[in-house]
């Protein structure tokens, strides 16, 4: 096993101050703690906590925080004389979390962080603040946990030119829908259940409505594509409209349904949405399940890649920035995007209704006469060609019964033309779900 | 798009010289044409090839080589003043890549190499020079191609104590062993194919004999547990043995077959070992099919980690070596093991009879009264115990017929024992086949 030779050891210390102590922060001391030989020795010299920061001082969690220096206010880590990097694991895109990660550039502090939030709203102006103090600041965790997905796309891929790039970014989402589709179960009974296992949060919002997911994938396509993606820009649907009614359809069909993020380099510019999809069941992102997460790319040299691994938690969280601080220690950092900053232009997402693709259509119609034939005209005439129809067996005539409808590719303007329409028809009974099918 | 900054492009640039002109050679060559601005932005500066050496000069290799000055002896680019970096394209653990290696490291210019041989060979010589002579060697083409998986093991997963490590090391394997599965036809059909698509050379033993999977376990194991692992004392098995009837049984029992790399920390030490394994069909590594190849990996705290990507091939290598020269261009390199060599000593493996674990053992037997029997008695005497058994059926009794036994997870020692002493009873017809499974 790695153990510190001497000189490591005996080596200057790079010194953290850990902003934030949940379960990341209190798992970060923990591993540091741990593997500490080990890291000595990748380090170059040994990496250790000098300093911590958070709310309240008398709550026990799990650790021995004695020989760490306490400050009250996360601010002041940054004037510690006794601290060289900043860790914030805070979280939230504002507030105190952005004020110190700024207080520490602008002093000059390296900077390591797991704040997803922070970097997909922020990054462009931090990478300036970074570059310009010649700071450091280092995000792997703020992507898909353990997996170095960062590092993999920033440095790994550095070489090709990506032609899109997303995944499966959260394990809330996959977990939900893993156990939809096993179980049969509604949405709202598996969130609850997930809720008690510590999988989803109190106010889920974030984790099931996509915007942890499209945080994430902004961040992934900023530097796979090389310029800084507009949060606000980036097309974002959650899972909650997802019934146990499209587990099964999506079965029959041959497909699974994952939250899936996907950015595409477009003629006209970078693509990039959040969204429930069919993928299909053969697919090895098909596969990915539970709370595991992906991230998929592919190039035009390199080809297809993915990377799977867990996305979330203590010990795969702290992995991560622990990794980003051998980065540090060693001085071999990369830029924020990859490149300088000089020239790069933040960029704003495609519409989505510029997408071409198939979709899935569940409709609840009334089992009558002519309805079928009413549909197929408001398809006609918005240009969207069916590839399949199922019709769930019905009860008898005047009942409701769930049709499902695939499309042949199509332009989504035209498709969401045709679902407004279609809503519109007497005969339908309740609002269509409509997922896309995408084939990775 | 990504698009290089002025002050990038009018920086100093990486000045290569490219040694063996292979498919490899070429297509890093049309890579560095390909994405120049891509990767000046992203290196800081142009990374351009200068020079370049191979055997034949008058060969078309499709691609332009007048800008370039040609060596005919590759040894020359090290003393060539206008070549900051030799790249080593040239393959084989000994001879001109050995000697070119060497004295690149010993002028004290760094070297890029995708040459796996001889990093699993020689490795722990040539990090010793590389640091003695502060000249990076670095290898990512070497191990499972366009993936990232040298980066991923030594950067993205540096702060944990990985438990194993190991995956699908070779593409024409993967190849061979998915096409017999979905055909069902034998072994020498397949490679037969294989060799007239591009996909097995010639003279197919370094693919289908283990070795080339070898030399990049070897590798990755030495990067996962912190010393150089000596070629020599890795087992290795080729997939020579595997016949079509071995994946239909595999089939009825619920595996797949896969030529796995599989390096252990054990507590008296590292257990490596290449051998064809049966998989559970639902894991994700035994989706991985045809010519990809997998990493996987398990840490105490980042749990498990997989990664997939094509494994070979002109375009997925170019963009590794290419990533490569973007961290030189940098400076942003690491140490060959990921930690300076003081200290390091090189380990041998564990022999494989220390193995604990289930097997598949395939016997063709006499359907006479009493062969059960008699094998059962060959298993309870070597202390192993089975957990299933399948008999095909026979075409009468004297006829030869196939039984697979299925064991509980036990020594492989008492295995070999118990196999050695069926295989000498006079109604066992022919060797049993011997497979591990492995629960991955």
Redesign the interface.
């Known amino acids: ?3 510190a ?4 050891a005996s080596a200057t210390p790079l010194r953290l101050g850990v902003a934030g102590l949940g379960t990341v922060g209190a ?1 970060l001391i923990t ?1 540091l703690r ?2 500490a030989s ?2 000595t ?4 010299r040994p990496v250790e906590v000098t300093a911590v920061a958070a709310r309240d001082r008398k709550r026990d969690r799990g650790i021995d925080l004695a020989s760490f220096t306490w400050h009250d206010n996360a601010a002041d880590l940054v004037s510690d004389p006794d601290v060289d990097v900043i860790v914030e694991l805070i979280g939230g895109a504002e507030g105190p979390a952005r004020a110190l990660v700024e207080a520490a550039l602008n002093a000059g502090k390296p900077v390591v962080t797991a704040n997803k939030a922070l970097i997909a709203l922020h990054g462009d102006e931090l990478a300036r603040l970074s570059e310009q103090n010649n700071a450091p600041l280092l995000f ?1 965790a703020a992507v898909a946990g ?3 997905a960062i ?2 796309v920033r ?7 990506l032609l899109w790039i997303g995944g499966i970014l959260n394990g809330t989402c996959n977990y939900i829908l893993t156990a939809m589709r096993e179980t049969g179960r509604d949405f709202a009974d598996v969130l609850a259940e997930a809720q008690e296992l510590g999988y989803a949060e109190a106010d889920p919002s974030t984790d099931v409505d996509g915007i942890d997911a499209a945080h994430k994938l902004t961040i992934l396509a900023s530097l796979a ?3 800084p993606v507009i949060f606000d820009s980036v097309h974002v649907e959650g899972i909650r409209h997802i019934g146990a009614l499209d587990f099964s359809f999506a079965r029959t069909l041959g497909y699974r349904i994952k939250l899936i993020g996907l950015a595409r ?1 477009t003629e006209k510019g970078v693509e990039a949405r959040v969204a429930p999809c069919l993928i299909p069941e053969t697919s ?1 992102v098909a ?2 399940d539970g709370v595991f997460n992906a991230v998929i790319a592919e ?12 996305g979330a ?1 203590a ?2 969280t ?6 980003d ?3 540090l220690a ?1 001085n ?3 830029p924020v995007w ?3 900053t ?2 790069l232009q933040p960029v704003r997402s495609r519409p989505a209704s510029e997408r071409q693709g198939a979709f899935y259509i569940r409709l609840t119609v009334a089992d009558r006469p002519g309805v079928i034939a009413d549909i197929a005209a408001v398809l006609r005439d918005c240009g969207v060609s069916l590839n399949s129809m199922i019709q769930q067996p019905s009860a008898g005539v005047g009942e409701s019964v769930a049709l499902v409808l695939v499309t042949h590719p199509t332009c989504e303007a035209g498709m969401q033309d045709a679902v407004s329409k279609i809503t519109a028809l007497p005969v339908v009974l309740s609002p269509p779900v409509l997922v896309r099918i995408e084939n990775l």
Chains 1, 2 share one sequence.
């Open positions: 096993m790695t153990s030779p001497e000189n490591a798992g591993l741990d593997n080990l890291i020795a990748r380090a170059g792997e353990g997996i170095p590092k993999t440095e790994g891929l550095a070489a090709d030119r594509f090389g310029s380099q090895p596969q990915v190039g035009t040299f390199v080809g297809r890649l993915m990377v799977e691994g867990r938690g010990g795969p702290a992995s991560a920035v622990a990794a601080l051998i980065d060693r071999t950092t990369a990859g490149t300088e000089t020239g």
